[in-house]
């Protein structure tokens, strides 16, 4: 009962609220043409009427009469006045999924605001267009957008509340940042992905613009072969992640940290970030990754402690992991993308068995290690070779691997038969519009090892 005469009231409030701003259109109705402070008060009263619309739920309406009352401040000389109504527009258009519209009030904003914007307003008018225009992929312009908004917010000069300049400030340089990593300019991207972190904070702009922060950073030093602090920044971000009930970020961020820490030459380190991730992507039930994970592992025991021995059992056991997750496997795309990570993990897996004798070994040593190589990369040639088309390639450079190996293990006719082989895959290729710079290196192969 109270709840209904609750609702009650409030309905009732509105209703007197528009009939009191339907009064004052009733009073200058007729008359805004021959007095600009007539056809001011006549726009915002349409402005008031669509805020009432807002609080009744329709939108549509909403947009209507801010469109009206924009047009009035518009036709009245009195464009500035416009700007917080073209706001709204540009919000409601985002919400209903009308970028176009929303880029298109936005743009209005700041043609007709000029110099009358304060500061916070102009940063952020800026950063909205950043978002909107990024997203339809004209990423110099949104970066331009987004500089803007840095620059404003540092002229407002406000501190530390959600809508002051230095809180703009984080966001803006945040946008920046990851665009300018679309673009490729990387030292760029960090100094300004720095300066943003220093500014972001968990309280104010949420732990995932924090977490996207060290993300783009680390994405960015490691551009720049600074590994060691690219993986700095995204073990960071994935301790944060670690804390939020959807994993995919985390078990994400753990595998970069993992190729960070490995290019760095930290091989424990990065034993222990693939080992974290590859847990998590077996608790999402993401098998390929699981899959890449161990492999990652084995190529790390084979450069580190874990030896030969270990790295054998780490490659073996990513491909019972992909082979049961390829059994289990009902959708024919996921049969399809499993079918080629395990064709991967058999081509790796050669290659791993191949280098992991030394050269001083016993004969039979290293004979042995060749001969278990091979059978790995015969079957990842067979599993490449149902690719068609799409695994052409990784199936001659299967093949080729594998004929080198039976030429160092004395078996010319067996090379030579590979060579052919591949030779053989290309010969529908034309020569004189050969444009594919695998295929030339492909053939050029062939040859070498024919005349082994």
Request: hydrophobic fraction near 45%; include cysteine.
């Amino acid at each position: 009962m109270h709840a209904g005469s609750g609702a009650a009231a409030a309905a009732e409030r509105l209703a007197r609220a528009e009939q009191a701003v339907r009064e004052v259109l009733a009073l200058v109705g007729g008359r805004v043409a021959d007095d600009v402070r007539l056809a001011a008060r006549d726009a915002e009263a349409r402005g008031m009427l669509a805020e009432l619309a807002l609080l009744r739920g329709d939108g549509d309406r909403a947009a209507e009469l801010f469109r009206r009352a924009v047009d009035g401040y518009v036709s009245a000389g009195l464009p500035w006045f416009a700007v917080e109504y073209e706001a709204q527009l540009a919000a409601l258009a985002h919400q209903a999924g009308d970028l176009a519209e929303a880029e298109r009030a936005l743009r209005s904003a700041l043609e007709h605001g000029g110099p009358y914007v304060e500061p916070v307003g102009r940063a952020q008018l800026h950063l909205q267009l950043a978002e909107i225009v990024g997203a339809r992929g004209a990423v110099a312009e949104a970066a331009e957008h987004a500089w803007e908004a840095a620059h404003w917010a540092d002229e407002a000069g406000a501190g530390g509340t959600p809508s002051g300049g230095s809180a703009l400030g984080g966001w803006a340089r945040q946008q920046l940042g990851g665009l300018l990593l679309r673009q490729g300019r990387c030292a760029e991207a960090a100094e300004v992905l720095e300066s943003a972190l220093a500014e972001l904070s968990a309280e104010t702009h949420g732990d995932g613009a924090v977490v996207q922060a060290r993300w783009w950073l680390g994405d960015c030093l490691s551009e720049l072969g600074d590994h060691r602090a690219a993986a700095e920044h995204r073990l960071r971000a994935a301790e944060i992640a670690r804390l939020w009930p959807e994993q995919q970020d985390h078990a994400t961020l753990a595998h970069l940290a993992g190729e960070s820490l490995s290019k760095a030459g930290l091989l424990e380190e990065a034993d222990q970030a693939y080992a974290r991730a590859g847990e998590l992507w077996h608790a999402l039930g993401n098998a390929p990754f699981r899959v890449r994970s161990l492999r990652a592992r084995g190529w790390l025991a084979l450069r580190g402690d874990g030896g030969a021995e270990g790295a054998r059992e780490l490659m073996a056991e990513a491909v019972r992991e992909c082979e049961r997750a390829l059994e289990a496997a009902a959708d024919p795309l996921a049969r399809e993308q499993l079918g080629t990570e395990l064709a991967h993990t058999h081509r790796q897996f050669g290659d791993l068995l191949a280098r992991s004798v030394d050269e001083e070994a016993e004969d039979g040593v290293i004979q042995a290690a060749f001969e278990a190589a091979l059978v790995q990369l015969d079957r990842a040639a067979a599993l490449f070779g149902t690719l068609g088309a799409d695994g052409l390639h990784d199936r001659t450079g299967t093949e080729l691997a594998a004929g080198w190996l039976a030429a160092d293990l004395g078996r010319p006719a067996e090379a030579a038969a590979r060579a052919r082989a591949v030779l053989a895959a290309y010969e529908d290729t034309d020569d004189t519009d050969d444009t594919d710079e695998t295929v030339r290196a492909r053939r050029a192969e062939a040859a070498q090892l024919l005349e082994q």
